[in-house]
C-alpha cells in the first residue's frame, strides 16, 4: 500500500473513532449530566471530525455528531439510579418547538471572529452579548400568559418543565398588556438560559458533600439535575435564575434584536445589562477584551461572548445552516490550564466508606485561586489517564469550581518528569489506608470501599457528624473536634453511644467544660423530639438523602414498619428504585 492510501486509510479509521467518541460524549454530558470531555476538547474534536467529514463525502452519515445538535432529552425510563445519587428524572411532557431551537456556531479564535464579522454587509449593527453557560430554556406566552417552558431537547421538541420553571422569580408569569400579545396569534416566544448562580451553586455543592452526594462538576450539571427533578419544592429551594436573550413569534413589533431585547425588558423580563450594541469590529473586540476579565465577577458562569446582527431583515437574508443560524456567532473563552505536578496521590475514606483518590500538586494558581488538590476519582480514571506520581499534569477550571485534571504531559519540557507513555503500572492500594481491611469493589461500580462499617475510624465520625448535622438530627455542639476527642478516648464509638454520654464525660475534656457540656446533653436531649423523616435521613442509609427520606418517612410512619418493608412496597415509593431499595432492607 503506498504512503497516501496508508493515509486515506487511517483518517477514515479515525472519522468512526471520532463519531463513536463524540456520540458517547454527547450521552455522558446531556443524558448522564457527567461530562468526560472538556468543553474545549469536545469541539476541537467536532472541529477535526468536520474537516475529515469534508474531505471524504462519500462516508457521510445523518447519524454523526457534526449533523445533529446534542440532545438533553430526559430519558423516561431512569437508567441513572445505578449511578450513586444520581438524580432521578421521570416522564415530563415532550412538546414539539414552533422553532427549531439550534445551536450556536463557535469560535476560540479572535481572528475568526474577525473575519466573519468583516464578510458581513458593510452597514451592519452586532450586538454583542454574554454566552450564559446553562441549559436553553424556551418560555412560552400565549395571549400574554406563560404556558409552557420547553427545554431544547432534541433541538425539535423538548422537555415542558414549566412547574420548575415557575418556581424562578424573576420569569413573569404574565406580560403586562401591551396591546401586542392579543394581536395576531397571540403568541409569543422568549428563549434564554438557566443558571444556578454560584453562591446557590456552592451552597448546594456543600450540602451534597456534608451528605456524601456526589457533587456537581458546575452550575450548568447543576442547573440541569435540578431542572429535572420532580419535586418543585426542591427546585424552588435551590434558587435558579434565568437570562433571556431571544424572541420569536409572528409580527412583532419591531425590526431588530436590541429592540426586541428592550422591549422585553419593558415587559419585565429578565434581560442582562451586558447586551451592547456595536457598530464595528473594534467596538466588538473592545467588548470581547473587557468582558473576558469582567465576567470573573458576575454571579453566574459565562464561557463566551454571543455576536447576533441586529437588523432582522439581515438576519432572514444570512439565513441558517442545519444546525445554527448564519447570523449570529460564538466566541469561546479558552478554558483555563495550567501544568503542574502530581507529587503524591493519597486516598480519603468517606462515611460510607468510598476510597477516593486525591491528587496531591504541586501549588499553582489557577484563575485566581492557588490549586494543590484535585480529585482523581477512582481507580478507572487514574487508568485512562495513565498517570503516576511525578508526572506532570495538566489541570483545568473552566466554569467548574473543582479543579480537573484532564491529562498528563508527556512532551520533552516534562521528561524528566513524566512517565511517558509506558504504562504507569498503577495499583489501587489493597487496603484500607485507614483501618487495614480488605478493600472491595462491587460490580459495575467504580469505587472501591472499605467494607469495615462498623469499625473504620473515618467511617464511624463520619457516620456520627452526619448524625448529628443541622438538616439531621441538628445537635448543637458536637463539631468534628469534638467528635474526635471523644471517639479517641472511647466515649464517642457509634450513634447510640451519644446518648449514653455522660455530664463528667464531656466537661472533663480539654477546652470543653461545664457549660458546653450542660448544652450539648441539652441539644442531644432536644434531638429525642425531631421528626422521624429527618431520623431517617440521619441514619445516613447510602443514597437516602434527604428528600427521598421524606418520602419513605410519609409510606413507612414509623422505623418498625420500615423495617419488614420489601423491595416491592419501597420501590412503589416514587424516586425509590431497587438500588434504594436494596440499601434500606440491608441496613435493617
Ligand atoms: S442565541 C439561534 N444568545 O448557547 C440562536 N444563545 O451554543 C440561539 N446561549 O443553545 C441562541 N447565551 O443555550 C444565544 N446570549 C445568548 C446565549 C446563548 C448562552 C446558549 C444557548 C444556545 C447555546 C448555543
Same mark, same amino acid.
Given at each position: 500500500?503506498?504512503?497516501?492510501?496508508?493515509?486515506?486509510?487511517?483518517?477514515?479509521?479515525?472519522?468512526?473513532?471520532?463519531?463513536?467518541?463524540?456520540?458517547?460524549?454527547?450521552?455522558?454530558?446531556?443524558?448522564?449530566?457527567?461530562?468526560?470531555?472538556?468543553?474545549?476538547?469536545?469541539?476541537?474534536?467536532?472541529?477535526?471530525?468536520?474537516?475529515?467529514?469534508?474531505?471524504?463525502?462519500?462516508?457521510?452519515?445523518?447519524?454523526?455528531?457534526?449533523?445533529?445538535?446534542?440532545?438533553?432529552?430526559?430519558?423516561?425510563?431512569?437508567?441513572?439510579?445505578?449511578?450513586?445519587?444520581?438524580?432521578?428524572?421521570?416522564?415530563?411532557?415532550?412538546?414539539?418547538?414552533?422553532?427549531?431551537?439550534?445551536?450556536?456556531?463557535?469560535?476560540?479564535?479572535?481572528?475568526?471572529?474577525?473575519?466573519?464579522?468583516?464578510?458581513?454587509?458593510?452597514?451592519?449593527?452586532?450586538?454583542?452579548?454574554?454566552?450564559?453557560?446553562?441549559?436553553?430554556?424556551?418560555?412560552?406566552?400565549?395571549?400574554?400568559?406563560?404556558?409552557?417552558?420547553?427545554?431544547?431537547?432534541?433541538?425539535?421538541?423538548?422537555?415542558?418543565?414549566?412547574?420548575?420553571?415557575?418556581?424562578?422569580?424573576?420569569?413573569?408569569?404574565?406580560?403586562?398588556?401591551?396591546?401586542? $400579545?392579543?394581536?395576531?396569534?397571540?403568541?409569543?416566544?422568549?428563549?434564554?438560559?438557566?443558571?444556578?448562580?454560584?453562591?446557590?451553586?456552592?451552597?448546594?455543592? $456543600?450540602?451534597?458533600?456534608?451528605?456524601?452526594?456526589?457533587?456537581?462538576?458546575?452550575?450548568?450539571?447543576?442547573?440541569?439535575?435540578?431542572?429535572?427533578?420532580?419535586?418543585?419544592?426542591?427546585?424552588?429551594?435551590?434558587?435558579?435564575?434565568?437570562?433571556?436573550?431571544?424572541?420569536?413569534?409572528?409580527?412583532?413589533?419591531?425590526?431588530?434584536?436590541?429592540?426586541?431585547?428592550?422591549?422585553?425588558?419593558?415587559?419585565?423580563?429578565?434581560?442582562?445589562?451586558?447586551?451592547?450594541?456595536?457598530?464595528?469590529?473594534?467596538?466588538?473586540?473592545?467588548?470581547?477584551?473587557?468582558?473576558?476579565?469582567?465576567?470573573?465577577?458576575?454571579?453566574?458562569?459565562?464561557?463566551?461572548?454571543?455576536?447576533?446582527?441586529?437588523?432582522?431583515?439581515?438576519?432572514?437574508?444570512?439565513?441558517?445552516?442545519?444546525?445554527?443560524?448564519?447570523?449570529?456567532?460564538?466566541?469561546?473563552?479558552?478554558?483555563?490550564?495550567?501544568?503542574?505536578?502530581?507529587?503524591?496521590?493519597?486516598?480519603?475514606?468517606?462515611?460510607?466508606?468510598?476510597?477516593?483518590?486525591?491528587?496531591?500538586?504541586?501549588?499553582?494558581?489557577?484563575?485566581?485561586?492557588?490549586?494543590?488538590?484535585?480529585?482523581?476519582?477512582?481507580?478507572?480514571?487514574?487508568? $485512562?489517564?495513565?498517570?503516576?506520581?511525578?508526572?506532570?499534569?495538566?489541570?483545568?477550571?473552566?466554569?467548574?469550581?473543582?479543579?480537573?485534571?484532564?491529562?498528563?504531559?508527556?512532551?520533552?519540557?516534562?521528561?524528566?518528569?513524566?512517565?511517558?507513555?509506558?504504562?504507569?503500572?498503577?495499583?489501587?492500594?489493597?487496603?484500607?489506608?485507614?483501618?487495614?481491611?480488605?478493600?472491595?469493589?462491587?460490580?459495575?461500580?467504580?469505587?472501591?470501599?472499605?467494607?469495615?462499617?462498623?469499625?473504620?475510624?473515618?467511617?464511624?465520625?463520619?457516620?456520627?457528624?452526619?448524625?448529628?448535622?443541622?438538616?439531621?438530627?441538628?445537635?448543637?455542639?458536637?463539631?468534628?473536634?469534638?467528635?474526635?476527642?471523644?471517639?479517641?478516648?472511647?466515649?464517642?464509638?457509634?450513634?447510640?453511644?451519644?446518648?449514653?454520654?455522660? $455530664?463528667?464525660?464531656?466537661?472533663?475534656?480539654?477546652?470543653?467544660?461545664?457549660?458546653?457540656?450542660?448544652?450539648?446533653?441539652?441539644?442531644?436531649?432536644?434531638?429525642?423530639?425531631?421528626?422521624?423523616?429527618?431520623?431517617?435521613?440521619?441514619?445516613?442509609?447510602?443514597?437516602?438523602?434527604?428528600?427521598?427520606?421524606?418520602?419513605?418517612?410519609?409510606?413507612?410512619?414509623?422505623?418498625?414498619?420500615?423495617?419488614?418493608?420489601?423491595?416491592?412496597?419501597?420501590?412503589?415509593?416514587?424516586?425509590?428504585?431497587?438500588?434504594?431499595?436494596?440499601?434500606?432492607?440491608?441496613?435493617?
Amino acid at each position: 500500500m503506498d504512503l497516501f492510501s496508508q493515509i486515506e486509510n487511517q483518517e477514515r479509521e479515525e472519522i468512526l473513532q471520532l463519531r463513536k467518541e463524540l456520540k458517547e460524549a454527547n450521552h455522558k454530558y446531556y443524558v448522564e449530566n457527567a461530562p468526560t470531555l472538556s468543553d474545549y476538547d469536545f469541539d476541537r474534536k467536532l472541529r477535526r471530525l468536520q474537516d475529515l467529514e469534508a474531505q471524504y463525502t462519500d462516508m457521510f452519515d445523518a447519524s454523526s455528531p457534526t449533523q445533529r445538535v446534542g440532545s438533553d432529552l430526559v430519558e423516561v425510563e431512569d437508567k441513572g439510579e445505578k449511578q450513586k445519587g444520581k438524580e432521578k428524572s421521570k416522564g415530563f411532557e415532550q412538546v414539539a418547538h414552533k422553532y427549531p431551537m439550534l445551536s450556536l456556531s463557535n469560535s476560540y479564535s479572535r481572528e475568526e471572529i474577525a473575519e466573519w464579522i468583516n464578510k458581513l454587509p458593510e452597514d451592519v449593527e452586532i450586538v454583542c452579548e454574554l454566552k450564559f453557560d446553562g441549559l436553553s430554556i424556551s418560555l412560552w406566552y400565549e395571549n400574554g400568559i406563560l404556558t409552557k417552558a420547553l427545554t431544547r431537547g432534541d433541538g425539535t421538541k423538548g422537555d415542558n418543565v414549566i412547574d420548575n420553571i415557575r418556581t424562578i422569580p424573576s420569569i413573569p408569569q404574565r406580560l403586562p398588556d401591551t396591546g401586542y $400579545q392579543i394581536s395576531d396569534s397571540g403568541f409569543i416566544e422568549i428563549r434564554g438560559e438557566v443558571l444556578l448562580p454560584w453562591p446557590a451553586f456552592d451552597r448546594l455543592n $456543600q450540602e451534597r458533600e456534608a451528605q456524601e452526594e456526589p457533587l456537581f462538576a458546575n452550575p450548568r450539571n447543576a442547573a440541569s439535575g435540578t431542572l429535572k427533578l420532580q419535586d418543585t419544592q426542591e427546585v424552588a429551594r435551590r434558587g435558579l435564575e434565568c437570562y433571556l436573550y431571544y424572541m420569536l413569534g409572528e409580527k412583532l413589533p419591531t425590526d431588530t434584536h436590541y429592540a426586541r431585547l428592550q422591549l422585553a425588558k419593558q415587559w419585565g423580563l429578565n434581560i442582562s445589562d451586558a447586551v451592547k450594541l456595536c457598530h464595528n469590529l473594534n467596538e466588538v473586540m473592545e467588548y470581547i477584551a473587557y468582558w473576558d476579565k469582567e465576567r470573573k465577577n458576575l454571579p453566574v458562569a459565562t464561557d463566551g461572548i454571543v455576536l447576533k446582527v441586529n437588523r432582522i431583515a439581515q438576519q432572514e437574508e444570512l439565513g441558517y445552516t442545519a444546525k445554527s443560524p448564519r447570523w449570529a456567532i460564538a466566541y469561546k473563552f479558552p478554558a483555563e490550564k495550567q501544568l503542574t505536578q502530581l507529587q503524591q496521590i493519597t486516598y480519603q475514606v468517606g462515611r460510607t466508606g468510598v476510597v477516593t483518590p486525591v491528587a496531591n500538586l504541586r501549588p499553582v494558581q489557577l484563575s485566581g485561586t492557588m490549586v494543590q488538590r484535585a480529585t482523581l476519582h477512582n481507580e478507572d480514571f487514574i487508568r $485512562q489517564l495513565n498517570i503516576q506520581e511525578g508526572d506532570m499534569v495538566w489541570v483545568e477550571k473552566s466554569g467548574e469550581i473543582i479543579p480537573k485534571i484532564i491529562g498528563k504531559e508527556t512532551s520533552e519540557k516534562a521528561s524528566d518528569h513524566s512517565s511517558e507513555n509506558q504504562e504507569s503500572g498503577y495499583a489501587f492500594p489493597k487496603e484500607c489506608p485507614e483501618c487495614g481491611t480488605l478493600l472491595v469493589r462491587a460490580e459495575g461500580e467504580a469505587a472501591w470501599r472499605c467494607p469495615n462499617e462498623k469499625s473504620c475510624p473515618p467511617q464511624t465520625k463520619g457516620k456520627i457528624e452526619h448524625f448529628v448535622s443541622r438538616k439531621a438530627m441538628n445537635i448543637e455542639g458536637l463539631g468534628t473536634e469534638t467528635i474526635d476527642l471523644l471517639y479517641s478516648q472511647n466515649l464517642l464509638r457509634s450513634i447510640a453511644d451519644i446518648y449514653d454520654l455522660k $455530664q463528667e464525660d464531656i466537661a472533663n475534656q480539654e477546652r470543653l467544660g461545664d457549660k458546653s457540656a450542660r448544652n450539648i446533653l441539652d441539644s442531644i436531649e432536644g434531638s429525642k423530639q425531631v421528626a422521624w423523616a429527618r431520623v431517617l435521613f440521619a441514619l445516613g442509609i447510602r443514597m437516602v438523602g434527604e428528600t427521598t427520606a421524606k418520602k419513605i418517612a410519609r409510606r413507612f410512619p414509623s422505623i418498625d414498619l420500615l423495617q419488614w418493608a420489601t423491595v416491592e412496597q419501597l420501590t412503589d415509593i416514587d424516586d425509590v428504585g431497587e438500588q434504594i431499595a436494596t440499601n434500606i432492607i440491608a441496613y435493617f
